[in-house]
T-cell receptor, first 115, second 112 residues
Framework: GENVEQHPSTLSVQEGDSAVIKCTYSDSASNYFPWYKQELGKRPQLIID?????GEKKDQRIAVTLNKTAKHFSLHITETQPEDSAVYFC??????????????FGKGTLLTVNP | EADIYQTPRYLVIGTGKKITLECSQTMGHDKMYWYQQDPGMELHLIHY???????EKGDLSSESTVSRIRTEHFPLTLESARPSHTSQYLC???????????FGQGTRLTVV
């Protein structure tokens, strides 16, 4: 089955700096890669996602890049703000057919943005 | 309002008791998931379903069972609770292979 590795497990940055979180996946058939943000005491929520036919996607201060050859994708947050402090999860999934709808998450990264 | 609901939010129960954690969604999603979340953050997939009468085991071995008799309902049952089952359980649902998964607020289970 799919295995998603996520690094680092904790990340501390100064406000205004950039933050990068990296994930690798094992199943070359995976074709959908979402990122979720979970604030303390709250449920995970989608912040950005990318499909395998796209190499990069950007939404304001957040961007995701995908390297299918290396089976590697990354989350980039620029101009970090204290409200970006949360746990971030990457995930991988593949579409069509029965058990292929599994949604497997990485172990999470605790991001702390210091004012 | 379209959402995904979990009950109860908190549960303290004695060892050996049978419990069912409820999860319902009003969004018409065909895919539903149960995750166990450790205090250390990680989301472990324990069960999932891609439609009525379909259930699959996830990546983390679990003594729980699930059923999917109705599209909107995906309950998780522990026949005999143990202290090792103490954790937060999150239910999620989605439609389509490349769409957002919506999470419930979770059930925090403590087995004493």
């Amino acid at each position: 089955g799919e295995n998603v590795e996520q690094h680092p497990s904790t990340l501390s940055v100064q406000e205004g700096d950039s933050a990068v979180i990296k994930c690798t996946y094992s199943d070359s058939a995976s074709n959908y890669f979402p990122w979720y943000k979970q604030e303390l005491g709250k449920r995970p929520q989608l912040i950005i996602d990318i499909r395998s036919n796209v190499g990069e996607k950007k939404d304001q201060r957040i961007a995701v890049t995908l390297n299918k050859t290396a089976k590697h994708f990354s989350l980039h947050i620029t101009e970090t703000q204290p409200e970006d402090s949360a746990v971030y999860f990457c995930a991988a999934s593949k579409g069509s057919g029965g058990s292929n709808y599994k949604l497997t998450f990485g172990k999470g990264t605790l991001l702390t943005v210091n004012p | 309002e379209a959402d995904i609901y979990q009950t109860p939010r908190y549960l303290v129960i004695g060892t050996g008791k049978k419990i069912t954690l409820e999860c319902s969604q009003t969004m018409g999603h065909d895919k539903m998931y149960w995750y166990q979340q450790d205090p250390g953050m990680e989301l472990h997939l324990i069960h999932y379903s891609y439609g009525v009468n379909s259930t699959e085991k996830g990546d983390l071995s679990s003594e729980s069972t699930v059923s999917r008799i109705r599209t909107e309902h995906f309950p998780l049952t522990l026949e005999s609770a143990r202290p090792s089952h103490t954790s937060q359980y999150l239910c999620a649902s989605k439609t389509g292979w490349s769409t957002e998964a919506f999470f419930g607020q979770g059930t925090r289970l403590t087995v004493v």
